[in-house]
Structures are given as structure tokens and as C-alpha cells.
């Protein structure tokens, strides 16, 4: 008997040994791997926003290469994940770090117009915003030819989301509302979407190519500016409807993340993780995916 108790007392305190250095392992090598890892090696972003319509949109799961732009400059066109640039940041230096790597402001897609020294312009020509840019070193300003934008109207919709607020989401007025190629579209989101619209005295159908405007009635769209050597000018492909630089002025190159490379899933909701759809909506969920923009590269 008093063999048995000590083999049990010595497993005993093998286990716990055991255990306690798994945890150790756990908590000072394979997390801090794991969090340099996601951090600096690649990110994994759900588009939460129209912005970048119809080259991503809502749904829609990317993948971004962290690692590369720790040593490779951010180029024109060059497609980004930052953070919110107008989050109340932290004076301390730690709290910072802590705000746009762990938990803080939400994260940001934009495509890259300028780069450090060049200089952005924008105006308007026959009734239309165009961008001009001078390329640091260069000494006239060339007219961007834009081929990713938005080319189709953004029609006003209501009731199609979970805060059942007036929305604007692309629409090819080629095909029915039931077959629309990047959104689910109801007549009856169509009806309330234009009631809501005309009562706040808004369209309830934007074109491609017509002017943008702030909160308070101002054009966004005529801006100039000469980049200093740490700031990007970002805009959204579906120039209508987004919130970028041209609100905001130029991004700080600490708050860039890493560059959008490749889409990888592509679905008609907003939920944040496919398998809660999945369990909401478990046949209409394949009805959702929309299987040609799975699985491809991003330019």
C-alpha cells in the first residue's frame, strides 16, 4: 500500500510539473509568437464598409501581407488595411501601441493615390471630379486615369441591414432586384430606401461620376495638397460613398497595417463569422456566397 501511494504522489508531481510548464510555454512563448506573428506576417479583414465598391465589397474576407511593407515602400495603387485615423489616439507611447495592434480603433481599406512627396489634386472638369498627381520629382501635374472606380449607381435602400438605417449599396440596373450580381436587393428596401431618402431631402439613386459631399454641404472632391515625407493620400474606389482622405487630409504611414493581396471569401452579410450566418440561415447561407469572387488575387 505504501508503494502504491508513492508511485501516485510522484505521477502527481509529474503532471503538475508538467502542466506548469505547458502553461509557460502557452503564455511566454507560443502567444507572443502567435501575436508577432498576426501582427507583423499577415492580417485576416472583413469589409465592413462600401467603400472600396464594386473591387471589394461587403462580406467580403481578404487576406494582407503585413510583413513585406516592414521593408518595402507602399506604392501607387497599392490597395491598404490601416487604422481609423481619426481614432482619439493615447499620448502614451505604450497605450498606442497597445490601441493599434491589439484593441482600439477599427480597421481601414483604402487604395493609395499619393505617396511621400507627391502632390494630389483634385477638381472638377465638365461637371465630373476628376484627381490630378505630380510625382515627387516630376514638375507638371498628369491626370490619373481611375479604371478600379465604381462604375455603377448606388441606389438608396432601407430595411436591408441590421440597424434597418437608409443605405446606398451598387446596383446594375441591367438585371432584377432578385438577380442583382453584388447585392441582394428587395423591392420593398428599394420603396422604403426612396421614402427615406426624398424625407432627408437625399437621392435615391447616386450616378457614377457625380460630385461628393460632406455632412455639412460641402464639395470633398476639390482638394489640393503636397505630401510630407510620412503621408499617404488614400481614397475608396466607390468615391460616393467614402469616408477618406479627402475628409480626413493625408494618412501617417505608422498607422498602415499591410497590403490587401487576395480575396479569399466572398458572402451577402455582415455577420463577422460565416459560421454564425451559417447557424442563423443554414440553406440560405450557399444562396449568399458568391462563388466567382471567391479565391482571387487583388490589384
Known amino acids: ?3 502504491i501511494k508513492k508511485n501516485k504522489t510522484v505521477e502527481t508531481k509529474n503532471y503538475k510539473k508538467s502542466y506548469l510548464k505547458e502553461l509557460f510555454e502557452a503564455i511566454f512563448i507560443i502567444i507572443p509568437i502567435a501575436f508577432l506573428i498576426r501582427t507583423y506576417g499577415y492580417g485576416l479583414y472583413q469589409v465592413p ?12 474576407r481578404f487576406f494582407a501581407d503585413k510583413f513585406t511593407v516592414l521593408f518595402r515602400e507602399i506604392k501607387h495603387n497599392d490597395i491598404i488595411s490601416f487604422n481609423e485615423p481619426r481614432f482619439n489616439y493615447s499620448q502614451n507611447k505604450i497605450i498606442e501601441l497597445f490601441q493599434r495592434y491589439v484593441y482600439g480603433p477599427s480597421n481601414w481599406t483604402k487604395r493609395v ?5 507627391d502632390e494630389v489634386k483634385g477638381t472638377i472638369e465638365d461637371g465630373k471630379p476628376v484627381v490630378y498627381l505630380k510625382k515627387k520629382g516630376e514638375i507638371e501635374f498628369k491626370k490619373l486615369e481611375e479604371p478600379y472606380l465604381n462604375k455603377y449607381p448606388l441606389i438608396a435602400l432601407h ?12 446596383y446594375d440596373p441591367k438585371y432584377s432586384y432578385q438577380d ?3 447585392y441582394r436587393i428587395s423591392k420593398n428596401s428599394v420603396q422604403l430606401g426612396e421614402k427615406v431618402a426624398v424625407l432627408f431631402g437625399l437621392p435615391a439613386l447616386k450616378n457614377p461620376g457625380t460630385l461628393s ?3 455639412d454641404g460641402k464639395n470633398i472632391d476639390v482638394f489640393e495638397r503636397k505630401l510630407n515625407e510620412d503621408e499617404y493620400w488614400v481614397m475608396g474606389d466607390n468615391r460616393l460613398n467614402s469616408d477618406d482622405s479627402r475628409n480626413w487630409g493625408p494618412l501617417n504611414k505608422k498607422y498602415i497595417h499591410g497590403k490587401i493581396v487576395f480575396r479569399i471569401w466572398s458572402s451577402d452579410s455582415s455577420e463577422s463569422w460565416w459560421i454564425i450566418d451559417f447557424i442563423k440561415h443554414p440553406i440560405d447561407f450557399w444562396k449568399r456566397i458568391r462563388w466567382n469572387r471567391c479565391f482571387q488575387s487583388i490589384a
Open 180 to 182: 442583382q450580381p453584388f
Open 1 to 3: 500500500m505504501f508503494k
Open 213 to 215: 459631399f460632406d455632412q
Open 113 to 117: 493615390i499619393g505617396i511621400p512627396g
Open 49 to 60: 464598409t462600401s467603400s472600396m465598391e464594386t473591387t471589394m465589397l461587403r462580406g467580403e
Open 159 to 170: 430595411g436591408s441591414g441590421s440597424n434597418r438605417t437608409l443605405d446606398y449599396k451598387s
